[in-house]
């Protein structure tokens, strides 16, 4: 969950609403919710990006970044839900896609992938920093 300047909180969700399975971008939603908890919008509906949810986060712009970690993306988005950029890529079936292995660390380097992202955050410069969560790495 995170807040925005006008007492908004966003929501990233594993738990999607619709009935039945979810699979895919249908996985996760963003939901973005009044300062008195009444139902806004949901944002990015079936987004290609969206695949394993874990983090949303507000910048000081109130620019919306939402990490999904099933997907391998970071997503930057204007406070009108309109993607501004994306970070990271989503492995593709033709890539050989398959869930990522354990492997003793440090990871190898894979171009342009990001290995299960968590969470972003800001310098007091407004630089980007994405990081995951050391129980992540460790496991």
């Not at 929501?11 to 399975?21: D, K, L, Q, Y």
């Not at 963003?30 to 139902?39: I, R, T």
Request: hydrophobic letters at 40%; aromatic letters at 12%; a positive charge.
């Amino acid at each position: 969950m995170a807040v925005n300047s006008k007492g908004h909180v966003f929501v990233f969700t594993r738990s999607n609403s619709a009935s039945g399975p979810a699979y895919g971008p249908t996985a996760a939603q963003l939901l973005e919710f009044g300062p008195k908890g009444e139902f806004i919008r949901e944002i990015g509906k079936g987004l290609y990006g969206w695949s394993f949810a874990h983090s949303v986060r507000i910048d000081k712009d109130d620019n919306i970044w939402a990490i999904d970690k099933g997907s391998d993306m970071v997503i930057k988005m204007n406070p009108a839900g309109r993607v501004l950029m994306v970070f990271g890529r989503r492995k593709e079936s033709a890539d050989g896609a398959e869930p990522w292995k354990h492997v003793n660390l440090p990871f190898p380097h894979v171009d342009g992938m990001f290995r299960q992202p968590t969470d972003v955050a800001w310098d007091s410069e407004g630089n980007t920093y994405r990081w995951k969560v050391l129980a992540d790495v460790l496991r």
